[in-house]
Structure formats: structure tokens, C-alpha cells
């Protein structure tokens, strides 16, 4: 191997060196007018083409084909090189062509890969859009990166940003909320009378003590329906925000693994003192026993959901508890406002500002006595199994009917009326005797 390149480098030098020889007596003739010279040498059948000194100026750019064995022990002598180049051939390579300019990755142009904050743009990672899960993802994106916000800044923005556009719906959850306290003797009274109705099974007074109840709710201006308007807002935000988020951390944004505070420094990972989960739980507990953004708990209409409302926050604890910490942080926050508005609305200058009538305080005479745990669970299976019976009732009632129009005829007269009667005999000593005067 080390003597083939041995032989290659002596005669390129030899090539070289009979080249410029060559260029100071120009040859008779010129071939297609692109070699300068062009020396052809017979030997064994082979031939030995030689380009100008011009276009080879540098022996780099010859590459040798070799056709045979070559000779060793070549030298620069005449003898030698005619020998090497019965076995060698220069060949003449085209120029290299110039390297192409690598299109954008997706069709995407260097601002749509990267963003303000030099970090990898969401819509690059398959994150963003036109969704409602993509323009949380967006907002969030934006807040971050043009004001240059942490992830847990930006996260408490939004959120806040979010419950200031639902806040007119707390207003009418909350005058709602205060007129139906107002009126809950009336209301509970009602209520009462038609529950027992029902359970005496007399449908009539039922239906018109709930019509009384409807008259005067509207009387009033109460809907209990209004209690469920922040809610419905909310469950598509909250969605939203959860899937948004959860997204953000499963890809994941590599600048929230340090975008937390305090202990929670990773927002992609699961909280690892569980303090983030037991906050959220305590907030959201203390967000459903006060009643910020629907009726409080002691409104008929939360008489036995109270108790189930109450354990949702021990119940969802071992799944909040692996939820990564952006979602808490998200979470936490939305809890927090509702407090903090609830604190604002209870200053009195304030609900006369925003037109909520004050919350009257009625003695436990004029209510109806509470019952308890049991005693409500036990009241709404015993509604449950008279409303069952009720239907079951009106369903047979609609067989017998329907059955009793397809049927033939049910008699119920001793004679026929659409038959002739016979005449009946009357016997002598019950006719009846006319009068005197009449019989003159």
C-alpha cells in the first residue's frame, strides 16, 4: 500500500514537471478547443491524455485511474515514466458544484421557529392554535415571552384575567343568592307542603303547591337556575385550562421546568411535599361552604347536595395529588380570587354598589326544623321511591286506558238500551185506581 502511494506522488510530480515542459513548445493541434495540449503516447494499447497547465495548475485536482499493474521502483527518468504511464490515466473531473441552501423545517420560517424569548415557538412543538385549548396555550405563550413573565406569573395572569371578564355572572349569582335567603321561610314552607303531598300520594296538591312556588319565585325575581351561571362558565374555562396546561407539561416546554417558585421550581412535575394538591383542596372546600359564586349552603335547593359538595375535595385529593404542578398552580389561584371577591362583596358599600340586598338573619322559629345527614338522605330516598311509584301509577293508568279503547264494550246496565224492550205484563191488582173525580 505505503509503495502504490509512493509511486502515485512520483508521478504526479512527473506529470507536473512535463506539463510545464510541455508548455513552452505549444503543440501542432488543438482538440474541440478545450485542451491547450494534448500528448498521446502509445504503449501496450494504452493512451495518456494531458490537460493544460492552466485548468491543472494544482496536482490536488488529478485523480489517477489506474488499468493495470504498475511498475515498481519508478523514477523521474524517461524510461521509468513511459513505463508508469502505460498503466496510469489522468482523468478530468468536473468542478464541484456548490452546496444547496437546506430548505426551513415544515415550511416554517426562523420567527415561527423560534420565539421573542429565543426559546422554541409552541407552534413548532405542535402546541397553539385556534382551539380553546390552543389559545390558552397562546395567551400563555404570550404573556411569557413578550413581557418576559415566569411560567407561574403568567399561569396567575390568565387566570386572573379570566375571572375579571366572568365576574358580572358572580354579581348575579350573588344578588340572586341574597334574595333567595331573604325569602327562605316562604320558599321552605312550600317546599315542605309539597313534599308531603307527594308523599300522601295526593298528585293534585302537589302540582298546585309547586305552582304556588313558581308564582312566587317570580314574585320575587328568584331563579335557582341563576346560582348555576358561574359554574357553567367556568367548566369550559377550566377545561380549557387544564388540557391547555397539562399539554404545556407533557411535551414538555422545557422553560417550565424551571418557571415555578418557592418549592415547586419544576411546573411539569407532580408536587413532591403534596403541599400544592392539600392547598387546592382546603381553597376549594372553603370556595363551596362559603357560597362565593352560587348560594350558600343553607338554601333549600342545597339542602341535601351540601353533603356531597363537601366531601368533593377529600374525594378528588388522590387524583389532584399526581396532577402536574401547572394545573395546581392554575387551580390554586382560581380559588384564591373566588375568595378574595367574596371578602370584597361582603363590604356593605360595595354590594350598594353593585345593587345585592343584604342578607337578612331569620330565627330558627320561623324555618322549618333542619334534619340531618340521615335524616335528609333518608327524606330523598322516600321522595325518590314516591315519584317512582307516581310514574308507575300513570303508566298503568295509560295501559288500562289504551287497553280499554281497543277493547270491545264493558257492560254495565242490566238492560240493553239499544234493543227493544219487551213489554211486561201487569197484573190486575197493581193497576192503579183513578180517582173518583176521574172516574165521573
Not at 489522468?90 to 421573542?116: M, Q
Not at 320558599?187 to 302540582?207: F, P, V, Y
Not at 392554575?330 to 375568595?339: E, G, K, T
Amino acid at each position: 500500500m505505503l509503495a502504490h502511494r509512493m509511486q502515485l506522488w512520483r508521478t504526479t510530480n512527473a506529470a507536473v514537471a512535463l506539463s510545464s515542459a510541455a508548455s513552452r513548445f505549444p503543440p501542432q493541434g488543438v482538440m474541440d478547443g478545450r485542451r491547450d495540449l494534448h500528448l498521446q503516447m502509445m504503449s501496450r494499447g494504452g493512451s495518456l491524455p494531458l490537460v493544460s497547465t492552466g485548468k491543472w495548475s494544482n496536482p490536488r485536482q488529478l485523480r489517477f485511474a489506474s488499468t493495470g499493474a504498475t511498475a515498481a521502483g519508478v523514477t523521474s527518468s524517461g524510461g521509468d515514466f513511459m513505463q508508469a504511464v502505460s498503466t496510469t490515466e489522468l482523468v478530468d473531473l468536473p468542478d464541484l458544484p456548490a452546496a444547496p441552501t437546506p430548505p426551513p423545517p415544515d415550511g416554517l420560517d426562523i420567527v415561527d421557529v423560534v420565539n421573542l424569548a429565543g426559546e422554541p415557538s409552541f407552534a413548532s412543538i405542535g402546541l397553539g392554535g385556534w382551539s380553546p385549548v390552543g389559545m390558552v396555550q397562546n395567551c400563555m405563550e404570550f404573556l411569557h415571552c413578550t413581557w418576559d413573565i415566569p411560567w407561574w406569573g403568567a399561569i396567575a395572569m390568565g387566570t386572573l384575567a379570566v375571572r375579571t371578564i366572568i365576574f358580572p355572572l358572580v354579581i348575579l349569582a350573588q344578588r340572586n343568592s341574597a334574595k333567595m335567603n331573604n325569602n327562605m321561610p316562604q320558599m321552605q314552607m312550600l317546599q315542605l307542603k309539597m313534599t308531603e303531598a307527594r308523599q300522601s300520594g295526593n298528585a293534585i296538591e302537589s302540582a298546585r303547591y309547586a305552582q304556588e312556588m313558581m308564582l312566587f319565585m317570580r314574585e320575587k325575581g328568584v331563579n335557582p337556575l341563576k346560582n348555576m351561571l358561574v359554574p357553567l362558565a367556568q367548566a369550559p374555562l377550566f377545561i380549557s385550562f387544564f388540557m391547555g396546561l397539562r399539554q404545556m407539561a407533557n411535551t414538555p416546554v422545557e422553560s417550565m421546568r424551571d418557571g415555578g417558585l418557592f418549592w415547586f421550581t419544576d411546573l411539569t412535575m407532580a408536587d413532591p411535599y403534596y403541599l400544592l394538591p392539600m392547598i387546592t383542596s382546603a381553597t376549594l372546600y372553603l370556595t363551596i361552604e362559603i357560597g362565593t359564586d352560587s348560594a350558600r349552603l343553607s338554601a333549600a335547593n342545597m339542602n341535601t347536595m351540601k353533603y356531597v359538595l363537601r366531601a368533593l375535595p377529600i374525594v378528588i385529593f388522590p387524583f389532584t395529588m399526581n396532577f402536574p404542578a401547572a394545573i395546581l398552580t392554575y387551580w390554586a389561584c382560581s380559588n384564591f380570587i373566588s375568595l378574595g371577591q367574596v371578602a370584597v362583596l361582603r363590604i356593605p358599600s360595595v354590594r350598594d354598589y353593585f345593587k345585592i340586598d343584604k342578607m337578612l338573619t331569620h330565627a330558627p322559629s320561623s324555618l322549618p326544623p333542619k334534619k340531618g345527614f340521615v335524616g335528609g338522605m333518608k327524606e330523598s330516598w322516600d321522595n325518590m321511591k314516591i315519584t317512582k311509584e307516581i310514574e308507575e301509577r300513570q303508566r298503568l293508568d295509560e295501559i288500562r286506558f289504551a287497553k280499554a279503547g281497543k277493547g270491545p264494550l264493558v257492560k254495565t246496565f242490566k238492560y240493553d238500551p239499544t234493543k227493544a224492550a219487551k213489554p211486561v205484563a201487569v197484573e190486575p191488582h197493581m193497576r192503579l185506581k183513578e180517582p173518583p173525580n176521574k172516574q165521573r
